[in-house]
């Protein structure tokens, strides 16, 4: 069938695993900028609800299919995002099969896809592939400490052997592949009970049950806002020519389990005590991906500091539970070493007062210029309204944490000083 002009220059892109976290951002910043975008997902982690504003729209069409299975369109596609798998612990534990069979078959699936209509793709990689690492920070060119045979090796293993998989193809001139190799990253929409740590803790806050922490809690990550990360696979998509090598996407800034505990405690205000767990097996010591590759080549880097992005996260959990007690204390206590001392007092004001768009701190996630100097086509999506909580409208949100809000962001909390702290801190690991 003849398209038409104006479908012609629409150009589609197919995102794997559209409908979790991190797909249904990107579906909709794609969305945002003009794409006709296919998501394909199975539901395995993935929620209906984290599509709903796309469904009912002309330029989206949803899939419901497994892509260990070949897949068959019938119409053409420019870019294949591949999301699909899922990246919670527990949750790619429970089936490891499906798994590593996700991993290497479905990536084997979308690749040949990508090779039949000429497509650009990207894989969704991970910060999994560098293991327990004995870099710091990790940098693309190191090859990884990984456990072959643990319990983790099902997804570990999995993506390196997808990034193995996109190599041949982009070596053999098969497909145009570029891969990103994810960090930690959060935000609205991560599944509450996935089992993720900034999921678990802001949960366990909001509920105030105890907040559990594996190992002593020095351990180290990385915290990357949905936004930022979303930029930087557009970036990565788009750029040319191809960087043919794997670029890490993540935040620098580096906490301890410890800070992020007392941080979403600050934020939440909650009393809840703290609960030491066993280490689980195989759970890296320090993760921190250095960018210099992505920041030269991409011209990226993240923008959303942790603070600023936890308050939305702890907001939309928040919002989820039907029970906003985001602290007033944020804005005036400061917490001591690990923030454990600080109580903070609960929201009393559960009646709520509209949180409008235009009050949304959302506005505020604006990306720097690539490097060839244009605003970035994504940048544009997030500030004319591209929206985290995916645009449900006005929220009803209680009056204390709008009248705080202003001053919980000013919190001094970049992410350099925040290394700096952690270096320093008495309880930081080595
Ligand atoms: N969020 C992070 O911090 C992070 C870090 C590193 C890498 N990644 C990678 O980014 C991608 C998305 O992660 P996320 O955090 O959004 O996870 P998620 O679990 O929320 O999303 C994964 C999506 O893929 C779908 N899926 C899983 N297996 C599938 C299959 N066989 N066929 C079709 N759909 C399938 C799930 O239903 C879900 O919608 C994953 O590939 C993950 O490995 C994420």
């Avoid at 620098?252 to 410890?258: A, D, N």
């Avoid at 996260?313 to 600080?342: C, H, I, K, Q, W």
């Amino acid at each position: 069938m003849r398209r038409s002009r104006k479908a012609q220059q629409t150009r589609t892109a197919l995102v794997a695993g559209g409908a979790g976290f991190l797909g249904s951002h990107l579906c909709e910043a794609l969305f945002g900028i003009g794409y006709r975008v296919i998501c394909v997902d199975n539901f395995l982690t993935g929620r209906m609800e984290n599509i709903t504003p796309l469904i009912g729209q002309s330029r989206f069409r949803l899939i419901e299919q497994d892509i260990c299975s070949p897949l068959e369109l019938g119409e053409p596609v420019d870019r294949v995002f591949n999301l699909a798998c899922a990246a919670s612990p527990p949750r790619y534990q429970a089936d490891p099969v499906h798994t590593t069979r996700t991993c290497v078959v479905g990536s084997l699936n979308l690749l040949e896809l990508a090779l039949r209509d000429g497509a650009r793709f990207l894989q969704a990689s991970t910060s999994e592939v560098y293991g327990d690492p004995e870099q710091h920070p990790q940098r693309e060119d190191y090859l990884g400490h990984v456990n072959c045979i643990g319990p983790r090796a099902c997804y570990d293993e999995g993506k390196r052997t997808a990034e193995t998989l996109c190599f041949d193809y982009l070596r053999a001139d098969r497909a145009d592949v570029r891969v990103a190799r994810i960090f930690n990253t959060y935000g609205p929409r991560m599944d509450p009970a996935d089992g993720r740590i900034v999921s678990n803790l802001v949960m366990q806050a909001l509920e105030k049950r105890p907040m559990t922490i594996f190992g002593d809690g020095r351990q180290t990550r990385s915290f990357c806002y949905v936004t930022d990360l979303v930029e930087g696979l557009l970036r990565l998509m788009d750029i040319e020519p191809n960087p043919r090598q794997p670029i890490n996407l993540g935040n620098p800034g580096e906490f301890t389990v410890l800070e992020l505990a007392g941080l979403v405690r600050e934020l939440t205000g909650t009393r809840s005590p703290v609960k030491f767990l066993p280490l689980p097996e195989d759970d890296p010591r320090r993760r921190r991906p250095d960018i210099a590759r992505a920041k030269e080549l991409l011209g990226w880097a993240p923008k959303v500091p942790l603070r600023q992005g936890l308050l939305q996260t702890v907001v939309y959990f928040a919002e989820l539970e039907g029970s906003a007690t985001v602290s007033p204390a944020a804005a005036t206590n400061r917490p001591g070493a690990d923030g454990f001392e600080t109580g903070g007092a609960q929201d009393p004001d559960a009646s709520g007062v509209l949180f409008t768009e235009a009050e949304h701190p959302t506005e505020i996630l604006v990306g720097p210029d690539n490097r060839h100097g244009e605003r970035s086509r994504a940048v544009e999506a997030i500030s004319q309204g591209h929206r985290a909580d995916g645009g449900r409208g006005n929220r009803r949100l209680p009056a204390t944490i709008l009248h705080h809000l202003p001053r919980m962001l000013r919190q001094p909390d970049d992410d350099a000083s925040s290394t700096r702290r952690s270096r320093n801190h008495p309880r930081a690991g080595s």
